[in-house]
Every structure is written in structure tokens, then in C-alpha cells.
């Protein structure tokens, strides 16, 4: 197994000693919203002598209905997302949708990150490449863990080897998902630094109608599991009050039960750790 080397995002290290965390709202309901989820979060953290990554996005333009709130806009989103960054000292991520984008988010973010979707756009990826950031490529739904290597290969091309991987399940069905662990093992084995993302795994996809369904409570789950099979890190959406959320309501984390997550996986991810056998 080739081991890669740690990617560093601020304060976090994707690869290193102890385990990377990108947690955060799905999306910028308000400036005081995210200010105020971000300072919890990284209260959260604080108590387990964690670091993480702050995500929120600007603009869900995948949104299931037309009628669906999307965000705040772009500029906007980045000028909220970095002031919070220095602020309170921590990096920060949200997803880019096109080349004009990338090139906005790489003056101000951490860390861009590719949605699933668009996850082969050999020009989105060039253009988020080209902002010299670190890079989070969203694995898409319709992938197979081994295909990501075309993906790699597109951005070290273009001169960016600053990027990880995110496993989001893949699509079983119709209006489901199915988080195969193995994928993590196969994605670390070729070489790639490997997040898990465990609200975006527990989604059914469209299963509302006009909106996207989830099983918010299997996500610690899902968390755990790939903590123990040995991922470089946990991706969770984390809302006050996941219900009312903008967005994603059905597969986020309650932001008052965070800290008892974040404890565990710290745990999990000791105890394999210690026992030589991460990926």
C-alpha cells in the first residue's frame, strides 16, 4: 500500500497522526446562522482537543425542486466563510460549481471542494487545480472506488497535487445509497488521502418528491464504521436544529450531539491507530 503524505489545510493535516474533520452547516441559511454554527463547532472541537475544517456552502445549485432554497451567492458566501476563518483560526471549505467560481473561492477559501456531480469536469477541476489550494474531490454517486484515479491524474496534470478524496456512497437503486467500506480501503491503497462522509452517505436521493430524504440517524454510524476501517477523516453537516434546516435537514448531525460523536471517533481512531492497523 502506497502511504501518501499528509495534506495540509490550516491547522488540520488530512493524513497525519490524528484524525481531519470537516464539519459545518449544508448551507449559509444567514451570516449570523453560520457565524454562530461555526463558533459551536469549533467549541465542540476545543473540548476534544480536535481540529477541523469549517464547511458551509454559498449555493446548492443540485437542489431537487426549483422551489428549494439555494444560498446567498458566491462572493458573498466567501467573504462570510473567510472572515470566520480568521476570526477564529480555523480553515475553511465549500463546494465550487464552475471554473468563474473556483477562481473566486481560490482567492479567499482553504480548501475547494468538488461536488459528486461534477466530479470529472476536467475544467472545473482545472480551474480549482489552478488556484493552487488544497482540493476535496466529492467521489461521485456513479463511480467505482478505483475510478478516481482518472480524476487524480487530471489534477496532478494541471500541476495540483494538494487534493483528497471523499467517499458519499454510491447509488443502489432507486432513491438510495449504500457506503461500501471497502471503497476506503481500495481509494487509501492507491495512494489517495481519504475523508468519509457520513451525512451525504445516508441521503435518499430525491426520496421526498420534491426534496431530498435521509436516515440522519444511521451517520454516527456509518461515522464509526469507517473511523475503525481506517479513513483519514469524518465529513459531517452538522445543524442546531436539523429539522428546520434550509437543506439537507434529514441526514444531518444535531449540533448538541457533536461532542459525544467527535469523542468516539476520537477513540476509534486511537485504538486503531495504536494497533498498526489504519489503511
Known amino acids: 500500500m502506497v502511504k501518501p503524505k499528509p495534506l495540509r489545510v490550516g491547522k488540520v493535516s488530512i493524513g497525519g497522526k490524528r484524525p481531519a474533520f470537516i464539519l459545518g452547516p449544508c448551507v449559509i441559511e444567514s451570516e449570523k446562522f453560520v457565524w454562530r454554527m461555526a463558533r459551536k463547532i469549533a467549541e465542540a472541537c476545543a ?39 480568521r476570526e477564529l483560526n480555523i480553515p475553511v471549505t465549500t463546494d465550487v460549481h464552475s471554473p468563474d467560481e473556483a477562481d473566486i473561492a481560490g482567492e479567499k477559501i482553504d480548501m475547494l471542494q468538488i461536488p459528486a456531480f461534477l466530479c470529472r469536469q476536467t475544467d472545473l477541476l482545472r480551474a480549482a ?69 457520513a451525512t451525504h452517505s ?44 434550509f437543506s439537507d435537514g434529514a441526514n444531518q448531525v444535531r449540533l448538541n450531539d457533536l461532542p459525544k460523536h467527535l469523542r468516539m471517533l476520537k477513540a476509534i481512531h486511537a485504538v486503531v491507530s495504536s494497533r498498526g492497523e489504519r489503511l
Open 202 to 245: 445516508v441521503q435518499r436521493p430525491g426520496g421526498a418528491g420534491d426534496s431530498t430524504s435521509g436516515d440522519g440517524i444511521l451517520a454516527p454510524v456509518l461515522a464509526r464504521a469507517a473511523m475503525a476501517a481506517g479513513c483519514d477523516g469524518i465529513f459531517m453537516e452538522v445543524h442546531e436544529h436539523p429539522a428546520r434546516a
Open 129 to 197: 487545480a489552478e488556484t493552487g489550494r488544497a482540493i476535496n474531490v466529492k467521489k461521485g454517486q456513479f463511480l467505482a472506488p478505483w475510478d478516481v484515479q482518472n480524476i487524480a491524474e487530471k489534477l496532478i496534470a494541471f500541476d495540483n497535487s494538494q487534493f483528497c478524496f471523499t467517499e458519499r456512497g454510491t447509488s443502489f437503486g432507486y432513491n438510495n445509497l449504500v457506503a461500501d467500506m471497502r471503497s476506503l480501503y481500495w481509494m487509501r491503497d492507491a495512494g489517495y488521502r481519504v475523508i468519509f462522509d
Open 47 to 85: 473540548s476534544e482537543n480536535l481540529d477541523f475544517i469549517l464547511k458551509a456552502s454559498y449555493d446548492k445549485a443540485n437542489r431537487t425542486s426549483v422551489r428549494s432554497f439555494r444560498g446567498i451567492g458566491v462572493r458573498e458566501g466567501c467573504d462570510i466563510l473567510s472572515n470566520i476563518g
